[in-house]
């Protein structure tokens, strides 16, 4: 019956035609422009001004783990600056996300967002790797990512690089559809300190101080954040409050090399969150971490511990709440979770010969967990060993190999594969082919899941009796395999980027719950996503700057409940940015997501003859516009070299009030306005 039901994948050729108009149109666009610039004799000196300020190519470091120019990545790679988080005026990460296309981005509750790649978003999901500075902040015990508690402040943000597709190859488990990396700004970058404060509807708070300075060899950043905001179904209720302490500090060995250590704790005592499949609350996260190491030129080694206290309330759905008891084994409805990861990682890069570079590393990784949900106290061990080759025998091409091979305490050894091809026609202009194979294993929740589900029905109908949900030993890892075609392109003089991509992931052995009276672990069916993304960014002028891009997506599948895949098959994104040099500035950004079917639990269904009412699994479409305009009243040169401002700003996070539901199970979401104060000194 499920394969009956499953689609069968089109050809290539059925993919967006306007990406794929896109892809042929703009490289002989580019070969024109660049035949028409070889009979230009006379520069337009009225330019030159404006040509300073042209858009540069950033380089990033994501795709292969060391500084590369974007378009001599080997994967899918996006950057979102510090000006473009400042600008933005949100309050959280996921909302300056949306920009990227190809990103899925759900928002559950004032406290809870899911954040994941190309139709492959979930509630808690589990298949996006995300870091600060090279260390995970993905919750290995549980698969998750607590978006509100990134453990940094947004002012000490430097950038983000995002890549899209899987990244098992360097990074191992867990980067399965992608990875983020935020990275966070230096000692030296962040001299002096640093004062915002944002506050507006809803009771929302987001505030940070951040000193930093450097004597001699030794630099140090030190930083307090407070972020609070009330609930979008009950603005007098709170959704989320946390308080951030974090350190951060460096010694400079010598001209490329320094020792490092950050370390810092988010205690979060309000969490309107995790929303799962029946339940709508799940624990307090309280998150600690130390990241020490050695780094320099083509050589590095790295490790960090990351804590996790999880314990707190557990609720079940309001609307199956009547009907439906979580609990323990022992019939406790409180979760008790505690968890540790601890890991070791070495890489060391050798440049063969001009043309060839050769990557190699290894890691080792402890997890732990103590959990009432989980039977108890658990570990886990991985060894991961990985190799990259790259070789570049001219400018027009590059090839780029790697594998690796994972080890894991539950499951057979992995093997994941990635190659690329890139060819650069003429310079400017660059086309790249990548193949890439990525792994989930399943968690220890997942593997030693020990809870109980009681149902309570209207008498004179008999209860049946407390269902146990239990976790699996015998769970292999999840399997993504991806194909992607990639092109990206300057014209008008580095003015203007235009970018186009086509993808086909082919995702297998998904873990899920079977039926709501039959509880268990199971593993199986498949997904074929396929799609196409394309976009421009653009430098208007001097003071005006601008985004636009849109993505299209189908999705074919056997899953069943709530694994199934779900999400809009189309998205679009534009943007504009003034800056003035009179201090004034201002930027709209515009998101429209497209309506989308997500799973339910079969719990509401089982439940509906007794009163209950479904929620609609349909999600309509809907328009997110978000204004900020600002004003730099101050500004002059510190002593120390650095730039002392002070700025004033006002925001608003869905101007027009589009009220919508980014899942059935989520809040109704309005509007927020803010006004913002931020002070270097």
Sequence with gaps: MLMAQYRQTPSLACLSPVVIALMIWLPVAALAGEHKNDVTT?????????????????TVS?????????????????VITDEDIRHS???DLPTVLRRIPGLEVMQVTGADFNVSVRGNNQLIANKLLVMVDGRSIYVDVQGSVYWKAIPVTLPEIKRIEVQKGPASVLYGFNAFDGIINIITKSPEEMKGATVQFGGGAYGTISSAAVYANRYKKFGFRLSYGHDQNQQWRNGSALAYRDNKFNVQTEYVLGP??????????????????????????????????????????????????????????????????????????????????????????????????ATTRLTTGVNYRHNTLSSNFHGGFHTEDRLGFYAQGEWKPSRMFQAVSGVR??????????????????????????????VAIGYRPPTLAETFADSFATFTLPVPIPSPPPINVPGSGSLGPEKIVSYELEY?????????????????????????????????????GVAD??????????????????????????????????????????????????????????EIAYHYVGAATYPLSSAFSFLTPFGVVPPDPYVGSYNLLNLRGAYRFWQEAAAAGYRREAEVAISAFNSVNDKHREHPLGDLIGSRVMGWLTVRY
């Design 256 to 353: 490329d090399s320094r020792l490092f250590f950050s370390g810092g704790l988010v205690d979060v005592n309000q969490f309107d969150g995790l929303v799962v499949a029946t339940t709508a609350k799940t624990g307090l996260p309280t998150l600690g971490y130390a990241h020490v190491g050695y780094e320099r030129p083509n050589f590095f080694i790295r490790a960090f511990w990351n804590g996790y206290d999880i314990s707190g309330p557990q609720s079940v759905n309001p609307l199956i709440a009547p009907f439906l008891r979580s609990t323990d084994r022992n019939f406790n409805p409180g979760l008790m979770l505690w968890g540790n990861t601890y890991n070791i990682e070495a890489q060391k890069g050798i440049e063969l010969s």
């Design 488 to 524: 990206q392109g300057w014209y008008l003089q580095h003015r203007l980027r235009a970018r186009a991509a086509l993808y086909y992931n082919h995702i297998s052995d998904l873990i899920m719950f079977g039926g709501t009276l039959d509880p268990h672990l199971i593993q199986g």
């Design 405 to 434: 091979y994972d080890l894991d305490t539950f499951i057979s050894p992995t093997i994941s594969p990635r190659g690329s091809l890139l060819f650069s026609p003429f310079l400017d202009h660059t086309f790249r082919a990548t």
């Design 529 to 586: 996503i396929y799609g196409g993304e394309a976009g421009l960014e653009f430098l208007a002028t001097k003071w005006l700057s601008g985004f636009g891009n849109f993505s299209y997506q189908e999705i074919g599948q056997t899953l069943t409940e709530t694994s199934q895949r779900a999400g809009p098959r189309f998205k679009y994104n534009a943007g504009l940015r003034a800056q003035w040099e009179n201090g004034v500035s201002g």
């Design 42 to 58: 006379t520069p337009d000196h009225g330019l030159l001004d404006e040509l300073i300020l042209l858009k540069e190519e950033e």
């Design 89 to 91: 005026g949100a309050t």
């Design 62 to 78: 994501i795709a292969s783990r060391y500084e590369q120019p974007i378009s001599q990545a080997p994967s899918n790679v996006y």
